[in-house]
């Protein structure tokens, strides 16, 4: 599954417990008729997937639902849902590379005048 959209919002990364559980959360906001703020968490090795996204880029999240079982100590079981993230795509477009130079427009260019429509040309096609 996936989730598309704008990211409002990079968490920094949490760390829990002595075995160095690791959570970090990003909030995308979808484009669509009644925007959703959807929340992901990334957790342990995946966390670092969130180091080269900023806040308003535009990104697509593959992501799994995961859900757990949880009884209290007055013996009710309740349940909770999140939504795990294991992929992060840039939807923007890449910016032009710094080392090609750039392309003129068509008006820096002459138009041709010494051509004949006459002339024999060798071209195969």
């Not at 959570?23 to 180091?51: A, S």
């Not at 757990?68 to 992929?87: A, L």
Request: glycine content about 8%; charged content about 25%; aromatic content about 10%.
């Amino acid at each position: 599954m996936e989730v598309q959209g704008k990211v409002k919002m990079i968490g920094d990364t949490q760390t829990f417990g002595g075995n160095g559980f690791r959570k970090r959360e990003i909030v995308v906001t979808t484009e669509e008729q009644y925007p959703q703020h959807i929340m992901v968490e990334f957790v342990q090795d995946k966390c670092d997937l969130l180091n080269p996204f900023h806040v308003g880029q535009d990104v697509k999240i593959s992501i799994n639902l995961r859900g757990r079982e949880w009884v209290n100590p007055q013996g009710e079981t309740k349940y909770f849902n999140s939504i795990q993230g294991w992929r992060i795509e840039n939807l923007q477009p890449a910016a032009q590379n710094a080392s090609a130079p750039p392309v003129p427009s068509a008006d820096a260019f002459e138009p041709a005048t010494d051509f004949s429509e006459e002339e024999h040309d060798d071209l195969p096609f």
